[in-house]
């Protein structure tokens, strides 16, 4: 493809490069840098179109962001075009099949990245802020190590509703628009739900939701479904046992939204009466063809599964019901008992954390996944910041 | 300029190289690296003369560091000497019109570096505390940003007010000597007016003043002047309008300090009664020859000023008296009105964080300044942080 | 030395390369970068002998770590062997004389790297995670200003108390099998005595017990005896007065364990009756061939003395026996008066933060050493990061 096409390319799509970004992409062909490998993989087939992306507020006019530089290989293993077109990463429906699996392949060259390098320089140059209104130290940790193991710099903080700013009474887009001059990429943990979309439409940089209130927490749900590919070996026919609160977990929701895009699956709701899984998401399951069925005999699910999901009881969500707290903490533990009857190939995963609703003597069993789990969203973070940041 | 007479230089300055400075300053010519210009800009006249700087508090004898290595170029765009001499940044008082100019111009300097390289590693190698005894967000990452862009790194603490040495009783001067062993520069924020120059008289590595209590916030001031300069072309002559808090606001009164060393500036004062500018100010830029005048009518001052600087009613101030806030706050409001009246090449700014004394929908005129002078503090910041740390 | 008897090496330590580590060793040699004279010391007679570590927790399967790189030089400083396996850092007392000198070895040689180039690269690409569930700025500040030194980055939490997991109920194993996903070694304050050693037991990467509550702080002790020999240039046949609250302090405590490692030592102790040395550390001494010896003379004891380790009367021991702490404090401070008695060569220490138990005009004294010594905590840090990442 020529100068010209390149050209035609860009105006088709309305795009114009971001200066920062244009140079940091041309950097990466200039300097012998991992990403490189793209270039070298189509001598002469390779086009740097640049994709229109989001508008920048800019008093002084209009600017578009080059949201991804995106390569043409003589062998691609996956189409490019449009619809893997990734802005900013919001909630868990955004994504479509394809673009899962578009993910999950970046997600598993980022474990050979991560274990076998001295440490990649791919995001060298680039600025991340968590912008993080509760605390998650989990999460947070989990997005700084991705940034930094990609060579990626963090500015970070942990307790932004103390923010003096947000405290004064400073709108979330006014927070936005100062932290978007000093960084390449904000990730932003929120206590409102929709406040990651918020963001998102006022930034001209990418906007990760690392959790919105009893909204979305898209990675998480984006790291179970590649734990339970990477586990399982598919997902198309799997069987999941989704287990202890159902109501409240808006990790369970997610995933139950993501399994839907696969086909023939089957999932087990396992709960205690009082944390059911709600209407909304049954409906939905079956308007898509899910097959789901309610259970409150867990030895049995248990024994047909290739997953069993075990979440927390969350006893902030009782109040002063402490009674039914305890009932329904009790009732569906997976231990030794229930190992037993699990099939060789299944796997436990868990969010984390746990508190004694997966016994410890779990953990030695090959079929305990939650710490694996815990570790691919290390790699589904690395997967985002890289396509975010340098595209495909 | 010869060996012989470096030496000379050194002792005419009673300065002798800190060996760790010394060390990164010959780097910087044996590294291909950034600030390497410096040198090739002057084949044959360049010397690296060692200026005396702070006396640290070894123990074990004195030690004089090595505050910048200056260069003399074939054409230098300003003067070097004495006058540049930069230790620390702890008040607006503290810079002369060259000064500012030579700040300014290492500042647009490093927008081009921010905006178009893969990132500077000017700064490789160097330790940046950030000391905050009360919480800044905005300010801490404006300057870790600053750091990092510059390829410098960040010991960070958000809240050493409850450092649990500082709560135990320890001393501001006992915390900087320790910290001055983990670091190269300190960055500090401070409830107490004065800490910031305790803290420089104590240090053997420079401070900036990152904001003490009432007192100083000198680099707001640098990036408030700085952002005059480049959204109205000139700082001589300018007309500039304060509205809002003029009592309580140490933005205010600090830029109105620097305004007075600009010829032929006009300032109007325009602030609910109860929160008007202080006499100091006004005998002040009357002992300067500058012209200033107090007003209640916005829209004839927004019609006559380069710049509108906006501020918001401080709340906390006004205690129980809410009557009083809510009457002060509601009486000057920049709105689509006053951007009719306001100059096409005029500008509102505002030294954030706003409530509605800007309304949104002024933000998408392109006179409002307030996000690019934002922007501009991370330039002032890494100017400073370059001049401090390597010198001019 | 064949590939074969490497091969036999591993074989004999039951050692298998965890991949990354070992990616990480080969790389040091592959680069040039700042250890790899490690190789260059022995050109045929070196060998990488990868020793066995701890087990990790993956559920897949055994996999066993590599600790330590180590290398026969052709004229060690120190032997090497199964001793110097050094995996975590608990307590004082794992370390013998022989450990101790090697460690100080690498302290020294950290010196000249910190004050003398533009930056040491040799834990590029390493992360460490500052997991503190109690503030102590200066301790964190210390850990990660080593760690950045040495070219490494860190993965911090201040406040990991309000982790939200562990405020749920998380436990700390869980905890610490997540942060070992992703991060290179862990660097844990906490309020629970041995809680160093339960993280240590579950961690497949290194752990630093950077103080568990009244329990142990091996760091501070290591950099305590450091700074004796540093400063006097022996540590057998020296006296030391250690005065203050001996009753609380755990780093008189440990520092008693460590000093009798050395020969011919005398310990004196000096404090107010409520906060006296307890007796099972006499009785080490003791048991040890220690001399010891308690005194109400601070003049005359130091007068004697190589070293007076002041500390601080730790008024929240005392509780509302207000009238008690307040007689205890003022009961032995060190002022010009100590100074006079005190010999030429001898030196006033303490852990920091002081209040007035060291009058201020002592500072300036060359013999004012605890600024020096908090210093001598980040080449301890240095040292030990270095060694558990990379190996002697």
Redesign the interface.
């Known amino acids: 493809m020529s100068a010209a096409s390149l050209l035609f390319s860009c105006s088709v799509h309305v795009g114009v490069s971001h200066?920062?970004l244009a140079?940091?992409s041309s950097?990466?062909y200039l300097?012998n840098q991992p990403w490189s490998h793209l270039k070298s993989k189509t001598p002469f087939g390779h086009s740097g179109i640049l994709e229109k992306s989001k508008l920048s507020?800019?008093?002084?006019?209009i600017v578009w962001r080059a949201g991804a530089v995106q390569v043409e290989t003589a062998a691609p293993s996956f189409s490019v075009g449009q619809k893997f077109q990734l802005d900013d990463v919001i909630e868990a429906q955004q994504f479509d099949r394809e673009t899962l699996n578009a993910i999950f392949e970046v997600a598993r060259s980022m474990e050979t990245i991560?274990?076998?390098?001295?440490?990649s320089q791919m995001l060298?140059?680039?600025?991340m802020?968590t912008l993080f209104y509760?605390?998650?130290?989990?999460t947070?940790?989990?997005f700084?190590?991705a940034m930094?193991?990609l060579g990626g710099?963090v500015?970070?903080?942990?307790?932004?509703r103390?923010?003096?700013?947000a405290a004064?009474?400073?709108t979330l887009?006014?927070?936005i628009?100062?932290?978007e001059?000093?960084?390449d990429i904000i990730v932003m943990r929120h206590f409102e739900s929709g406040a990651a979309r918020r963001a998102a439409a006022t930034a001209s940089i990418p906007v990760i939701n690392a959790g919105d209130g009893p909204g979305q927490h898209p990675t998480q749900a984006l790291l179970d479904v590649y734990t339970i590919e990477r586990e399982i070996g598919k997902l198309d026919g799997i069987r999941v046992g989704l287990v202890g609160d159902l109501a409240n977990g808006r990790t369970v929701r997610s995933l139950a939204y993501l399994l839907a895009k696969y086909e023939d699956v089957k999932i087990y709701f396992v709960s205690p009466e009082v944390v059911k899984m709600k209407d909304d998401i049954k409906e939905y399951l079956t308007s898509k063809g899910v097959e789901w069925e309610e259970s409150s005999d867990l030895m049995e699910v248990a024994s047909k599964c290739d997953v069993v999901y075990q979440t927390?009881i969350q006893k902030e969500r009782f109040g002063e019901k402490i009674d039914l707290y305890e009932a329904a903490r009790g009732k569906y533990i997976v231990n030794q008992d229930v190992l037993k009857v699990m099939q060789k190939h299944a796997v436990v995963m868990h969010p984390?954390?746990?508190?004694d609703e997966i016994t410890?003597d779990v953990?030695?069993?090959?079929?305990?996944?939650y710490?694996?789990q815990?570790?691919n969203g290390?790699y589904i973070r690395m997967a985002l910041l890289k396509v975010l940041l340098l595209g495909w």
Chains 1, 2, 3 share one sequence.
């Open positions: 200066p920062k140079a940091k950097a990466c300097l507020h800019k008093g002084d006019g991560e274990g076998n390098s001295s440490g060298k140059g680039y600025l802020a509760e605390p998650s130290t989990r947070r940790l989990s700084e190590s930094k193991r710099d500015l970070t903080t942990e307790n932004a103390e923010f003096s700013s004064k009474g400073e887009e006014d927070t628009r100062t932290v001059g000093y960084s927390r984390l954390p746990r508190l410890v953990d030695s069993d090959p079929r305990a996944a710490f694996r815990a570790k290390l």
